[in-house]
């Protein structure tokens, strides 16, 4: 099916909003007329990259991947944010006029709404500017509860027991009645136009983080989400630093600068002692954001082609290097010197990131919590060749897993060591033969206990990568005697495929978006079925363990919990952790102030792009 591009925003009204900037008396004369200058169309300032994975919607309440998140948190805004160039990560306020207020153990949490922020033009609003206000929160967070959207982030909610949410959205599945957005619930209100109140059931004392979220609290309006309805995912209308200009479907997106934004300065505080991001704080100081004026996104999933287009300068930049072309790029993982000749820039980092394989526990195949069951799962996660996957597949572009818990947040612990990446054909044999998964037809083939074929069925996608791993997998099944085979699918087909339950393994990433362990743990608590837990993973013992380390505050007790759920994870292997990847970003030398933070996912207000360099290195933009 052909989708027509959205809407492209009204001409008039960019030079409109060009006119405005050159007469505002908040900026220098001279600046705000190159801005005006910019929005016309004189010297614009455009931000091309490429996506490996295509998009899968723009609506907030309903996507879960990292690719689409991205787009929407350039569109949406959230109350709080994360600190661009801050080391260790530290909030501060975006839409909110103060940080929140917390009373009663972490059990309340009271925002103020900075006055005078407009969404973008739209027609749902019938030629009224349309302010937001402390409403468009509460009904942006309530879409979650409403059964009619699907939302794949409910289970964040949920956990944390927003008094009152929960039954309503029970009483609207039971009744069999539309969501009621306009009754009060105690655990989510606006108590004035600008004024925010959540209350939960128990103590949470890392829910401050959920107002930095778009996922959760990416303010949409109801006049956009009721005039476009079902078709909302293709209308993002936000009071963000940009909007969606052109879109065709897993193809191309195109953002533009929001004539509507308000006025932001860039002002960072860096580490004292980083003086590369120190020297990058002084430069930009005081501009205006964003510092580009649009946004030109391919969806490119197949390595080569995006790699040769980031050589070839049709892309500015090229994020996580696929790992291929680690050895061309950066031997030895330093940056190639004709790629340093060109003045390419290198940023190399961890995301808080897994790479992993889940098992359908509800699968009659590789499901399961019977010992013979268990003992299968673990068998294959034995066979499989953790040091050589990274050294092939991942090109050295990763490091073994320990447990579901990555770098970077907080309940990791670097000295924790588990059989999760522990190799042993011997042993996966062993335990196969032990638990009755034997060959008894003598074709090369294990059968399972009760003598029916044992056939296992592996979720994948056509890109380079991904065929590479399936070949490890290949060699890796068929060391122990167990037929796998291999359905492929487009990365958006196979994550509602899995949502629904459908699929026996799928192997994907899981990056958090907050600097913290639960996100990982998440992944196996029972109630988020279809949602963060793909494996369908029910185990009451972990689900008391996850339940009691959500309401601790940091500290020892805290992490003896997190560290007994993990172990649990482990026993019952409904997840094969393989790895925690690494990445690198290179980016030509035209992008100005170019800086990896892994929990701002929209970089692009904080970049620079000179046009005339570009065009000096004879790589003027299409």
Same mark, same amino acid.
């Given at each position: ?23 505002? %008396? ?13 929005? /016309? ?63 009663? $153990? ?8 900075? !006055? ?19 409403? $468009? ?27 009152? *949410? ?15 957005? $306009? ?5 989510? =209100? ?14 949470? +004392? ?64 860096? #580490? ?17 954001? +964003? ?24 892309? $500015? ?53 019977? !010992? ?9 996660? *034995? ?7 990274? =050294? ?7 490091? !073994? ?7 970077k947040v907080w309940g990791y612990d670097p000295a924790f060591r588990s059989t999760m ?23 090369? @083939?294990?059968?399972? !206990? ?15 990568? /991904? ?9 890796? &099944? ?9 359905? /492929?699918?487009?990365? %958006? ?12 393994? @799928? ?7 907050? +600097? ?10 029972? #109630? ?27 500290? %020892? ?10 172990? *649990? &994870? ?13 990445f690198t970003d290179l980016v030509h030398p035209w992008v100005r102030g170019y800086h ?14 000179? +046009? ?11």
């Amino acid at each position: 099916m052909k989708h027509p591009p959205v809407r492209k925003p009204d001409r008039r009204s960019l030079l409109g909003a060009a006119a405005l900037l050159c007469a505002t %008396p908040m900026l220098p004369g001279t600046a705000a007329c190159a801005e005006g200058q910019r929005a /016309s169309g004189a010297g614009r300032k455009v931000l091309r990259y490429a996506f490996p994975v295509a998009e899968t919607s723009f609506d907030p309440a309903y996507v879960t991947d990292l690719y689409s998140l991205t787009l929407i948190e350039g569109i949406l805004d959230t109350p709080l944010e994360f600190e661009f160039l801050a080391d260790p990560v530290r909030l501060r306020t975006n839409t909110a006029a103060a940080m929140p207020e917390v009373a009663d $153990d972490h059990r309340s949490f009271t925002l103020r709404i900075q !006055p005078g922020i407009f969404f973008a033009d739209d027609p749902a609003f019938k030629g009224q500017r349309r302010e937001l206000t402390a409403h $468009d929160y509460v009904y942006s967070m309530k879409r979650h509860y409403d059964p009619r959207w699907k939302s794949g982030n409910l289970y964040l909610l949920e956990a944390d027991k927003l008094l009152g *949410l929960s039954e309503l959205r029970r009483e609207c599945i039971e009744r069999g009645v539309p969501f009621n957005y $306009d009754r009060e619930v105690e655990g989510l =209100r606006a108590l004035d136009r600008y004024t925010l109140r959540v209350r939960l059931a128990e103590p949470k +004392p890392r829910f401050i983080y959920h107002f930095t979220s778009v996922s959760l609290c990416g303010a949409v309006a109801r006049e956009v989400v009721e005039h476009y309805g079902d078709k909302i995912g293709e209308h993002p209308v936000g009071t963000g630093p940009f909007m969606l200009g052109e879109w065709k479907r897993s193809s191309r997106i195109v953002l533009l600068r929001n004539p509507a934004y308000r006025e932001r300065r860039y002002a960072e505080n860096p #580490p004292e002692d980083d003086a590369r991001l120190q020297a990058l704080a002084r430069q930009f100081e005081g501009r205006r954001l +964003p510092l580009v004026d649009e946004v030109r996104i391919s969806i490119i999933e197949e390595a080569q082609p995006r790699w040769l287009a980031f050589l070839g300068g049709e892309q $500015d930049l090229i994020e996580s290097v696929p790992a291929e072309f680690a050895a061309v790029a950066f031997p030895n993982n330093r940056l190639a010197p004709n790629l340093e000749r060109q003045g390419i820039a290198m940023t190399r980092y961890a995301r808080a990131d897994v790479a992993f394989s889940y098992f359908a526990m509800e699968n009659e195949v590789v499901g399961g919590y019977a !010992p013979a069951q268990v003992a299968l799962r673990r068998a294959i996660s *034995l066979a499989v060749d953790v040091e050589r996957e990274i =050294r092939v597949a991942r090109r050295g572009q990763a490091i !073994p897993a320990q447990g579901p818990i990555a770098p970077k947040v907080w309940g990791y612990d670097p000295a924790f060591r588990s059989t999760m990446s522990e190799y042993s054909v011997a042993r996966a044999k062993a335990l196969l033969d032990l638990h009755g998964f034997v060959d008894r037809d003598g074709d090369g @083939w294990r059968e399972r !206990p009760d003598g029916r074929p044992l056939v296992i069925e592996y979720q994948t996608q056509s890109d380079q990568q /991904s065929r590479a791993l399936v070949e490890l997998w290949q060699k890796h &099944m068929e060391a122990i005697g167990i037929r796998i085979v291999f359905r /492929s699918a487009q990365w %958006p087909e196979n994550l509602k495929a899995s949502r629904a339950g459908k699929l026996m393994m @799928w192997g994907v990433g899981w990056v958090a978006s907050q +600097p913290d362990g639960d996100t990982f743990l998440a992944l196996g608590y029972g #109630p988020n079925k279809g949602q963060a837990n793909h494996a369908r993973f029910d185990l009451p013992e972990f689900n008391r363990l996850y339940e009691a380390q959500r309401v601790l505050p940091d500290g %020892p007790q805290r992490q003896r919990l997190m560290r007994d759920a993990a172990r *649990l &994870m482990i026993a019952y292997m409904p997840y094969k952790v393989h790895a925690h990847r690494l990445f690198t970003d290179l980016v030509h030398p035209w992008v100005r102030g170019y800086h990896r933070n892994i929990f701002v996912r929209s970089f692009w207000r904080y970049v620079d792009v000179e +046009p005339q360099d570009r065009r000096g290195a004879g790589t003027e933009a299409a």
